[in-house]
């Protein structure tokens, strides 16, 4: 699998889709890869994403494109792996992919990500992935105790409002398809709070180191404004200019998917996968 290779080209491939924008975008078009359509005087793009679905990479890639960022932070690989990176590796798919050791991280095929590595090639990658062993230990300590950066001053340390607490651990019990004990959700929502801290904080030292503007790669649930990044990083700098991008698939339920979660939505047909439930059903 080769930088060449079609199924990694970039553009419209795509286009039988058709997206609504929920927001105003620089132009009239309604063509997400119309590069007026990304023109942003922020310092961080959140490009959101439902992580199997092609279309949401489609698009990223053509934003990345046309915002030429300095930086690309991915929720998907770690920065010791990124910082080992050589130019060799991001020239070609298969290296790139066995460098950042992506088969064994148990994210969807690299092919839908790649075009994303290479849409801005003069930009410096950086990688947010918290290891799993890190993750584990947050059930035990909390968030802020597993936290690099300084838990206090991006606002890890607080616990959250109470109602906001239960509307994340049932939303956690009910993507597990209530499979879980419930009282493991509270963990669940640290781990998620740590991860959206994490990002922020790469994010914060991509803008510092290369002056912007930084595109970050990541999940819609982290991409929110009401809990997700955007929350860490104003704690730290309330005057940042953020853009964030949610990419829904039409089926999506979330009643604020259009509205305050996001600056902008982009509506995508969904795509054909299995019942995520089978995997619970299978081991009971």
Request: net charge negative; hydrophobic share 45%.
């Amino acid at each position: 699998m080769k930088r060449n290779d079609p199924q990694l080209q970039t553009g419209a491939a795509f286009g039988v889709a058709l997206f609504l924008f929920a927001a105003t975008f620089a132009s009239a078009s309604t063509d997400p890869c119309d590069p007026e359509q990304w023109q942003t005087e922020s310092q961080v793009i959140l490009l959101g994403e439902v992580h199997d679905n092609p279309l949401h990479h489609d698009i990223q890639a053509c934003a990345i494109a046309a915002i030429a960022p300095s930086a690309l932070v991915f929720e998907m690989v770690a920065q010791s792996r990124v910082e080992a990176l050589t130019e060799a590796d991001r020239e070609d798919a298969d290296q790139l992919e066995a460098s950042l050791l992506w088969e064994a991280s148990g994210w969807p095929d690299f092919r839908m990500y790649y075009p994303i590595f290479t849409a801005a090639p003069q930009a410096e990658i950086f990688g947010a992935a918290i290891p799993r062993e890190t993750l584990r230990a947050v059930f035990e300590t909390g968030a802020a105790p597993q936290f690099e950066g300084d838990a206090a001053m991006f606002g890890l340390d607080a616990a959250l409002p109470e109602e906001e607490q239960e509307i994340r651990e049932q939303m956690q019990f009910e993507a597990h398809c209530e499979a879980m004990p419930a009282d493991m959700m509270g963990g669940m929502v640290a781990a998620q709070r740590l991860r959206d801290a994490e990002l922020a904080r790469m994010t914060l030292n991509a803008l510092d180191q290369t002056g912007g503007p930084v595109v970050v790669i990541l999940g819609n649930g982290h991409a929110r404004y009401d809990w997700g990044v955007p929350v860490y990083l104003r704690a730290v700098r309330p005057d940042l200019r953020l853009l964030s991008v949610g990419q829904v698939e039409t089926t999506d339920a979330a009643p604020d998917a259009a509205g305050h979660a996001f600056d902008r939505v982009l509506f995508s047909d969904p795509i054909d996968r299995p019942d995520p439930c089978d995997a619970f059903r299978q081991a009971e």
